[in-house]
């Protein structure tokens, strides 16, 4: 009896420093490969933000805005960007080139407010090696909001556009970027590899298109009803105009700033005297002052009674407009930029 109790007593602390070292081990393990992940992150790069030591193949894979807007923004082939969510995707960098001369980028990216935006567009100019020529920035309902926290809506990679290298270490550190990393290294071996289109363009025609006619039908009704866009703010302030206009005169003051109001139908214009007609002319003032102090800036309003916004052919839904009518937008944008006579 005495035997059994003392050999009891004798494997129950072994047992529990086996544990611990098996603990310890496990921990040591673990760092390891979450640092040794870590850094191969670093190496490769799956964003193409630059910031690794390596020369690597340019660009990245095909994929969402958000992630391939680091390696779009800060390619030198660029001399101008487009800034915005679906509101302005239609506007066609591609073409704005053909008409200006400019090399356009869009960085339209769906979902997305000003918070974004103006992250987007200090990463371009702050990646600029030559002074960015303009900047094109659609003007929706969402810069009209008081709060001056500018908060989004949806999720948004922050660290990936961060001057903070230590948020961009902790950005790495997600299942996300272990994830991409065969993608990664995939297109960094393979010289055919496709690559995410450098000029950030995407149509979203075909994904409208293809829903077939009884969508069709149901489009031309809600497209009947109003729907009031007016941002509900009517006294502001307005901080996103003001960030707005601190970003651009501080880092592109020689840039043209298109300020662009971008169609929206009929039935989602404010009714005279309306609330919603005060909240949106107090916004639209607001950004309308930045052109009274910037002198290459310019509001252009496509949010008023022209008779194209009546044309329920050239809409999707009360926002979002078809290439028909992006292409009147991209002609009044290179009007503004053309060289004066």
């Not at 052109?291 to 008023?304: A, E, G, M, Y």
């Amino acid at each position: 009896m005495n035997s059994s109790t003392s050999s009891s007593e004798g494997i129950a602390p072994m047992s529990a420093v086996r544990w611990a070292g098996f603990a310890r081990a496990f921990l040591a393990t673990a760092l390891l490969l979450a640092a040794s992940l870590l850094g191969l992150a670093f190496l490769l790069d799956p964003y193409d933000t630059g910031h690794s030591p390596l020369a690597l193949k340019p660009g990245v894979r095909p994929q969402g805005p958000r992630m391939a807007a680091a390696s779009r923004g800060r390619d030198p082939a660029f001399q101008a960007v487009i800034i915005g969510n679906s509101h302005i995707q239609l506007v066609s960098p591609e073409e704005l080139k053909a008409r200006t001369g400019i090399a356009f980028l869009s960085l339209a990216t769906p979902g997305t407010g000003p918070k974004e935006a103006l992250a987007l567009l200090e990463w371009f100019l702050r990646k600029r090696l030559e002074p960015a020529r303009a900047i094109v920035v659609g003007i929706d309902e969402h810069w009209c909001t008081p709060d001056p926290a500018l908060p989004n809506k949806r999720p948004f990679p922050f660290w990936l556009f961060s001057r903070n290298l230590g948020d961009y270490l902790l950005g790495l550190a997600r299942y996300d970027v272990i994830q991409e990393l065969p993608f990664r290294i995939a297109y960094l071996r393979n010289p055919d590899s496709a690559r995410a289109r450098p000029d950030g363009y995407w149509n979203y025609e075909a994904h409208f298109d293809a829903q077939g006619p009884e969508a069709e039908r149901d489009r031309r009704v809600t497209l009947g009803t109003s729907l009031q866009i007016g941002g509900r703010n009517h006294s502001g302030p307005f901080p996103a105009a003001r960030a707005l206009e601190a970003l651009a005169l501080a880092a592109a003051p020689e840039a043209a700033l298109i300020l662009l109001r971008p169609p929206s139908y009929a039935t989602s214009h404010p009714e005279p005297g309306s609330q919603n007609a005060a909240a949106d002319s107090a916004c639209r003032a607001a950004f309308a002052e930045i052109t009274q102090r910037h002198p290459r800036s310019v509001l252009i309003d496509w949010r008023i009674g022209r008779p194209e916004n009546g044309d329920p052919d050239r809409f999707f839904d009360h926002t979002h407009y078809r290439r028909s009518l992006a292409v009147l937008v991209e002609a009044d944008i290179a009007a503004v930029l053309a060289p004066p006579p």
